[in-house]
């Protein structure tokens, strides 16, 4: 038998490029949505992860019917109601009680379960690749990718959407700026407590006291399973936060002491995960050949519950250029600013941005504009929902 040399193991020979029109690199929910909807315009699309299967990830376990009827127009509408678990509306806590009982229909699932039914949901015209993208190159005529196996792509569209993922950018030279650091940590962990054991479909308490440096609790069904998420103004490494992981029950108990009096005892069960949030922005992206979507362009707060929207509505927005770029030759950056200059994408990442940055400082910043904004505030939405109580007392309960 004779030798084989360590340069041949580890360098794969060179390979013909295969030709498509979209490479997508990135099988989050923004990347597979994209690959499925442009796929549905005709184009020849390559989807490329390096999971063949996504794995546990905390992040964006609740969505709206609008983010449900993207996935339905992206054409994979069936594989999400498959796998998302509907309920019927939020009841809202503030002040002390409860001062809303909303009916709109809401969905909820582990990212990762919705994430590999989304991939399963794909149709054959799709190619999916799973493999680590070793070399890429852009210009304003076809994008080159090399995977780690000497695979490689030609295309005219490269698609990053990489989500918090940081490879890919990095291989283009795109810069990112953190827009607020350590901006908020978010809690998930599932309780022992079943769906029938509260009165609500799903919940959303928030804590008043500027000291506790909390956005809100939401408690919803997953599955079988009652799921909750605490978004708050902290960082991963202080003391509090190690105490709400080790004691998770005795802390909501302190800084929402209304919770178990109003629904009664309650219990978790398993692992409770953290992850800590910075807004994060990338600059010097409008160059030819490649589009970034989703969290891969920027971040937002999961508070805010725009995340996946952003995402979706990028797609969305994405999906209105093709036909006119692939009409004609080339993919410049004069192209590609097109779907960043989109007035309907500004719009949504602004007001995504926006709701982000105002919900922290409302909650923490300690100049005197802020805190006479939180005194007016309060004393207007308690003033409007006592008017509301007086004319509508059944609209929302006790």
Not at 93 to 115: L, M, N, P, Q
Not at 124 to 131: F, L, Q, W, Y
Request: hydrophobic share 40%; charged share 25%; glycine share 8%.
């Amino acid at each position: 038998m004779v030798p084989i040399e360590e340069s041949s193991r580890t360098a794969p020979l060179p390979q013909e490029p295969v030709w498509r029109d979209i490479v997508v690199i990135g099988a989050g929910v923004a990347g597979t949505s994209a690959a499925s909807a442009f796929a549905r315009q005709g184009l020849s699309v390559v989807l490329i992860d390096v999971h063949a299967r996504h794995p546990i990830d905390f992040r964006a376990e609740k969505i709206g019917s609008q983010q449900m009827d993207y996935l339905e127009a992206f054409g994979l509408g069936e594989a999400a109601y498959g796998q998302m678990t509907p309920f019927d509306g939020v009841w809202v806590h503030r002040f002390g009680r409860i001062i809303e009982k909303k009916t709109t229909r809401e969905y909820a699932s582990h990212y990762e379960d919705i994430v590999n039914a989304l991939r399963e949901g794909l149709s054959p015209a799709v190619e999916v690749v799973i493999g680590r993208v070793d070399t890429l190159e852009t210009s304003d005529d076809r994008q080159q990718v090399v995977l780690a196996d000497g695979k490689r792509y030609s295309t005219r569209l490269l698609i990053v959407a990489t989500g918090l993922g940081d490879t890919i950018r990095r291989k283009l030279g795109i810069e990112r700026e953190v827009i607020s650091a350590n901006h908020s940590l978010a809690f998930g962990f599932d309780l022992t407590n079943k769906a029938a054991d509260f009165p609500f479909p799903s919940l959303i308490y928030t804590s008043e006291a500027p000291r506790d440096k909390a956005a809100y609790l939401t408690v919803f069904p997953v599955g079988d399973k009652m799921r909750a998420n605490l978004f708050c103004y902290r960082e991963v490494t202080e003391a509090w936060s190690h105490a709400f992981r080790k004691d998770t029950v005795a802390s909501l108990r302190n800084f929402m002491p209304d919770l178990e009096r109003l629904f009664g005892p309650i219990g978790t069960a398993g692992h409770v995960t953290a992850r800590p949030i910075d807004l994060i922005r990338v600059k010097g992206h409008r160059r030819p050949g490649a589009v970034l979507l989703g969290d891969a362009f920027f971040t937002v707060c999961p508070s805010s519950g725009t995340g996946m929207d952003k995402a979706l509505h990028d797609v969305d927005r994405l999906s209105h250029y093709l036909p006119q770029w692939f009409s004609t030759p080339g993919m410049s950056a004069g192209k590609i600013g097109q779907f960043y200059d989109d007035p309907l994408k500004q719009e949504r990442d602004t007001h995504a941005v926006g709701i982000s940055v105002r919900a922290r400082s409302m909650r923490m910043d300690k100049g005197p504009i802020w805190q006479a904004r939180r005194l007016k505030s309060a004393v207007l939405v308690r003033a409007a929902y006592r008017v509301r109580d007086v004319f509508r007392p059944a609209a929302f309960g006790g």
